[in-house]
């Protein structure tokens, strides 16, 4: 009698055909991307930045963007970090505006006076983005500790723009604090 089992092969099966709905249902794009990510006809995961001068959205390949690293900079070590500055100044805008909307809305009298925790990402990049992002709304900083304090006098350019002096104060906070009110 005849064996009816195929003949083993060295040939590894035929993977399935990856499609960009599946890339969107694996990486959830639509519950956490708002508007900012998406996937691209390829499957890979896309930041879609602000148009340029009235153009159309940039969408950037974080995947492509990883190659072309990987071309001309072989020296790099993974994790890399990418910051879009784009997806910050429009969510401070966003925000911002959305409680301009409500405020006007519900004819309040007062007014929203937002700051950044500082203890969130206190690199030098982000920080100065949101005081220059900011400052068209007052947009101020939130400061826990004496290094986040300094750092919140060195951007702080607005004098309408609130520093929240938060968490645990010594005298050498109180004295630094009291010493940036007398200088405006």
Same mark, same amino acid.
């Given at each position: 009698?005849?064996?009816?089992?195929?003949?083993?092969?060295?040939?590894?099966?035929?993977?399935?055909?990856?499609?960009?709905?599946?890339? *969107?249902?694996?990486?959830?794009?639509?519950?956490?991307?708002?508007?900012?990510?998406?996937?691209?006809? =390829?499957?890979?995961?896309?930041?879609?930045? =602000?148009?340029?001068?009235?153009?159309?959205?940039?969408?950037?390949?974080?995947?492509?963007?990883?190659?072309?690293?990987?071309?001309?900079?072989?020296?790099?070590?993974?994790?890399?970090?990418?910051?879009? #500055?784009?997806?910050?100044?429009? *969510?401070?805008?966003?925000?911002?505006?959305?409680?301009?909307? =409500?405020?006007?809305?519900?004819?309040?009298?007062?007014?929203?006076?937002?700051?950044?925790?500082?203890?969130?990402?206190?690199?030098?990049?982000?920080?100065?983005?949101?005081? #220059?992002?900011? *400052?068209?709304?007052?947009?101020?900083?939130? =400061?826990?500790?004496?290094?986040?304090?300094?750092?919140?006098?060195?951007?702080?350019?607005?004098?309408?723009?609130?520093?929240?002096?938060?968490?645990?104060?010594?005298?050498?906070?109180?004295?630094?604090?009291?010493?940036?009110?007398?200088?405006?």
């Amino acid at each position: 009698t005849a064996d009816p089992s195929p003949a083993p092969t060295d040939q590894a099966p035929a993977e399935a055909a990856w499609s960009v709905e599946e890339a *969107r249902n694996l990486y959830g794009i639509d519950r956490w991307g708002a508007g900012y990510f998406s996937v691209n006809d =390829a499957g890979e995961v896309c930041a879609d930045l =602000a148009p340029q001068e009235g153009g159309e959205i940039v969408r950037v390949s974080i995947a492509g963007l990883m190659r072309d690293l990987k071309k001309t900079h072989s020296d790099l070590q993974m994790p890399l970090l990418f910051r879009f #500055s784009d997806i910050l100044h429009s *969510r401070i805008e966003e925000l911002n505006v959305s409680f301009r909307r =409500a405020i006007a809305e519900q004819n309040y009298t007062g007014q929203y006076r937002g700051v950044y925790p500082i203890k969130v990402n206190q690199q030098h990049q982000v920080i100065s983005e949101v005081a #220059s992002f900011g *400052r068209e709304f007052q947009y101020g900083f939130e =400061a826990g500790s004496k290094p986040e304090l300094m750092a919140a006098l060195a951007y702080m350019h607005d004098p309408k723009a609130l520093i929240i002096c938060n968490g645990y104060k010594d005298r050498e906070f109180i004295d630094l604090a009291l010493g940036a009110c007398k200088m405006g």
